[in-house]
Nanobody
Framework: QEQLVESGGGSVQAGGSLRLSCVAS????????MGWYRQAPGKERELVAT???????NYADSVKGRFTISRDNWRNTAHLQMDSLKVDDTAVYYC?????????WGQGTQVTVWGQGTQVTVSS
């Protein structure tokens, strides 16, 4: 049975970067479209980015110019480089592998983006 193992999630301050990785065990990785989806609390799961077997990529408007999807067919691995992260990028990120046999989902990895913070001054 195909398995996808994600890694690279974590916590980062707004403006920072994270790189997610997804390793597939299926020997047909090279002919599959890889993708990343995310689901924030209380929201529906949404597409983030996909990359075809030929290397053509597609991005959600909300991440264009900030995220980059890539793949390494020799290592059966897909990556999602996330730069200039925003608080709104906080979500569980899922890797997917899709081909003519169907779609496989990873278990998900949490990405949490913290705000810059606001100075509060109390004076008497």
């Amino acid at each position: 049975q195909e398995q996808l193992v994600e890694s690279g999630g974590g916590s980062v301050q707004a403006g920072g970067s994270l790189r997610l990785s997804c390793v597939a065990s299926r020997k047909f990785f090279s002919v599959s479209t890889m993708g990343w989806y995310r689901q924030a609390p209380g929201k529906e799961r949404e597409l983030v980015a996909t990359i075809t077997s030929g290397g053509a990529s597609n991005y959600a408007d909300s991440v264009k110019g900030r995220f980059t999807i890539s793949r390494d067919n020799w290592r059966n691995t897909a990556h999602l480089q996330m730069d200039s992260l925003k608080v709104d990028d906080t979500a569980v990120y899922y890797c997917t592998l899709r081909n003519s046999w169907g779609t496989v989902w990873g278990q998900g990895t949490q990405v949490t983006v913290w705000g810059q913070g606001t100075q509060v001054t109390v004076s008497s």
